[in-house]
């Protein structure tokens, strides 16, 4: 079973940036990865997936803020995040677009002042 392993989350100022981690146990090369994130009370939500070939897709309220990049020899999936708001506070998940893999535990970002 693929393990995930996110790190990197924390609390923030707004206006901040942070970059999360997401580690899989296994070969990432040919899946298109995403990023997730669940709010309170919310349903999780993709923000972001990247290509094999490195090309990234972005929800509209993270476009331009955040940027996706992975790493297929270190089977590493990064999301570099800056002018973050309060908004974005949740917990956030990596696996496949489709999200066919075990869920991690994730990584809590809080965006407060």
């Known amino acids: 079973q693929v393990q995930l392993v996110e790190s990197g989350g924390g609390l923030v100022q707004p206006g901040g940036s942070l970059r999360l981690s997401c580690a899989a146990s296994t070969s990432i090369f040919v899946e298109v990865m995403g990023w997730y994130r669940q709010a309170p009370g919310k349903q999780r939500e993709l923000v972001a997936s990247?290509?094999?070939?490195?090309?990234?897709a972005y929800v509209d309220s993270v476009k331009g803020r955040f940027t996706i990049s992975r790493d297929n020899a270190k089977t590493t999936v990064y999301l570099q995040m800056n002018s973050l708001k309060p908004e974005d506070t949740a917990v956030y998940y990596c696996?496949?677009?489709?999200?066919?893999?075990?869920w991690g535990q994730g990584t809590q970002v809080t965006v407060s002042s």
């Open positions: 990247i290509t094999r070939s490195g090309t990234g």
């Open positions: 696996n496949t677009a489709q999200g066919g893999w075990a």
